[in-house]
Nanobody
Framework: QVQLVESGGGLVQPGGSLRLSCAAS????????MGWFRQAPGKEREFVSV????????AYADSVKGRFAISRDKAKNTVYLQMNSLKPEDTAVYYC????????????????WGQGTQVTVSS
């Protein structure tokens, strides 16, 4: 089992920045990748970004490319999501996710979820 605990959400004005953190504990050795999804009210949970735990390769949704950056600190078993140039449409609950499998990153392929952290972008 893997436990994920997010932090760092909050209220920010358009154009502002936030950094989310996700601390993992438990059977970290079983993890292939970790990343972030988000879910806005009335919408499905959608992929945001992923990082391969061992090699560090990354991928992003088109909607956040160039604005968000994912990174990891293996010594701390922590993944970060730096979010810059935030827009109102980025408002959502952000969920940390961990997978044991490889292949396309979808919500159905996630093995472990964090509890979620609210990000609100509003003036």
């Amino acid at each position: 089992q893997v436990q994920l605990v997010e932090s760092g959400g909050g209220l920010v004005q358009p154009g502002g920045s936030l950094r989310l953190s996700c601390a993992a504990s438990g059977s970290i050795f079983s993890i292939n990748d970790m990343g972030w999804f988000r879910q806005a009210p009335g919408k499905e949970r959608e992929f945001v970004s992923v990082i391969i735990w061992s090699g560090g390769s990354t991928a992003y949704a088109d909607s956040v490319k160039g604005r968000f950056a994912i990174s990891r600190d293996k010594a701390k078993n922590t993944v970060y999501l730096q979010m810059n140039s935030l827009k109102p449409e980025d408002t959502a609950v952000y969920y940390c996710a961990a997978r044991r499998v490889t292949g396309p990153v979808t919500a159905r392929s996630v093995d472990y979820w964090g509890q979620g952290t609210q990000v609100t972008v509003s003036s």
